[in-house]
């Protein structure tokens, strides 16, 4: 019996697993695929280095420039070279074969290719998990279940804490390993927003491999196909002239959805159960960013686990404690500004989205503004938008 099981060793199971173990509780981390590449654009600001120090050793692609477009090609240009520390993009595999690797070292069991499928239950109490692996069933019992295995979790749905995701509730992205030549500068990002409710991206990875992608969101889920946008943004003439070379190598590609509205505030914990990462909508709605606020999750939800085991009370009632984190209430907080700002922007097709890049050309203050919402999780003031409105 441990004190703790996690399902997915993600970066949100990751840390909530190195977090648990370091404080001596016996944590069974279950992850159905160490191989599986989760598709990502792999880019995270520097703030995770608080969280994962161990990532600076590894010498990461860093990043200190961006390149922003409006969906009518406004382009928007932004260095943070000795202003503020430098953003890294990693490739999936290595950055969360890295973060389960932390929790290993920490004291955490990893249970690889351990595919979670049910709750084991006794007088209708959750004391365990029923999972699939190569030798057939196995059963992990513990105090405390966490579910970390992302967005198409299973268990969140038998557990009771949310329903299935509706479509519109959702963002959907495509994106590609690649490599080959470019003319990308190799410290900046490109990031494209659409007339629709969508943005591309193209993050590089090294001298010659990048990161290329691009989705939809809400309502335009079901108003544009994946597939069809995908080969058209890769065909665009402003992303040939990136995409400058012939006969690109596909190391690797894969589709994938994200959640798009915010954070399942009522969803996140019940009677010894808690939900975190992408499983509980820890995604930033406008950026899609999830890495760092699911790693922040995972550390709100081990510590509310260590209460609740020191005082032997695992209720519902105890575990409250996660969702009044304060780090948990910021992101809830900022999450709820971001989706009424997605409103704001997309109006009229991105009319107001064109606006804001449209400021950015003539204003180097409120370029930056932009660019610490969109990347550095900022909250724009309200003379922001009214700025943005008079240009109307
Ligand atoms: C196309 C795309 C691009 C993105 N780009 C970025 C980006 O550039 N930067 C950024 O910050 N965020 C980005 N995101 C969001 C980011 O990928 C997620 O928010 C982040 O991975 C969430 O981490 P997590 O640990 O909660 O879940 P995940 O990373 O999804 O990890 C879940 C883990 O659980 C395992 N698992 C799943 N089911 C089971 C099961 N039944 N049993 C056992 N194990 C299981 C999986 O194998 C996986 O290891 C992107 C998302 C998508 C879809």
């Known amino acids: 019996m441990y004190d703790v099981i996690i399902s997915g060793a993600g970066p949100s199971g990751s840390k909530c697993a190195e977090i648990l173990a370091k404080n001596g509780f016996s944590v069974a981390l279950l992850e159905k695929d160490s191989n599986w590449r989760k598709p990502c654009g792999g880019g995270v600001s520097s703030r995770i280095f608080k969280y994962f120090p161990q990532l600076k050793k590894l010498n990461p692609h860093t990043i200190n420039k961006i390149s922003m477009y409006s969906g009518d090609y406004h382009k928007l240009e932004h260095e943070w070279e000795g202003l503020r ?16 690797n932390v929790a290993v070292d920490a004291g955490a069991t990893l ?3 351990y595919l979670s499928c049910d709750f084991l239950t006794k007088m209708n109490k959750k004391i365990g998990i029923k999972a699939k692996t190569s030798s057939g069933k196995q059963e992990v019992k513990s105090k405390i279940i966490i579910l970390a295995d992302g967005m198409s ?17 959702l963002g959907l992205a495509k994106c590609a390993i690649l490599e080959g030549e470019t003319t990308l500068d190799k410290e900046g990002i490109h990031v494209f927003f659409r007339p629709y409710k969508g943005y591309g ?14 989705g939809t969101f809400e309502e ?12 058209g943004f890769i065909e665009d003439p402003h992303i040939k002239k990136i995409l400058s070379g012939q006969n690109y190598k ?11 509205k915010g954070v399942l505030k009522e969803s996140l914990y019940g009677d010894n159960i808690m939900l975190i990462g992408d499983n509980a909508g820890f995604v930033s709605p406008i950026s899609g960013e999830g890495i760092h606020p699911g790693i922040v999750s995972g550390e709100a939800a081990a510590e509310a686990a260590i209460n609740a085991l020191e005082q032997d009370n695992i209720s519902k009632k105890t575990l409250k404690h996660y969702g009044k984190n304060r780090k948990i209430r910021k992101i809830i907080q900022n999450f709820k500004l971001k989706r009424s700002m997605v409103e704001f922007f997309y109006e009229n097709k991105g009319r107001n989205l064109s606006n804001m890049f449209r400021l950015a050309e003539r204003n180097d203050d409120f370029r930056e503004n932009v660019v610490d919402m969109f990347l550095f999780n900022a909250v724009p003031s309200k003379e922001f938008f009214a700025k943005i409105r008079e240009l109307e």
């Open 85 to 100: 520390e430098k953003s890294i993009v990693m490739d999936r595999l290595e950055l969360d074969n890295t973060l389960r």
């Open 111 to 113: 249970l690889e290719g």
């Open 153 to 169: 979790s299973k268990l969140a749905r038998k557990s009771g804490l949310r329903g299935k995701w509706n479509v519109e509730d």
């Open 201 to 214: 991206w193209i993050f590089p990875l090294g001298e010659k491999r990048f990161n290329i992608g691009c």
């Open 220 to 231: 335009d889920n079901l108003n544009y196909d994946l597939n069809e946008i995908y080969t």
């Open 250 to 260: 596909t190391i690797w590609s894969g589709s994938f959805p994200l959640p798009a």
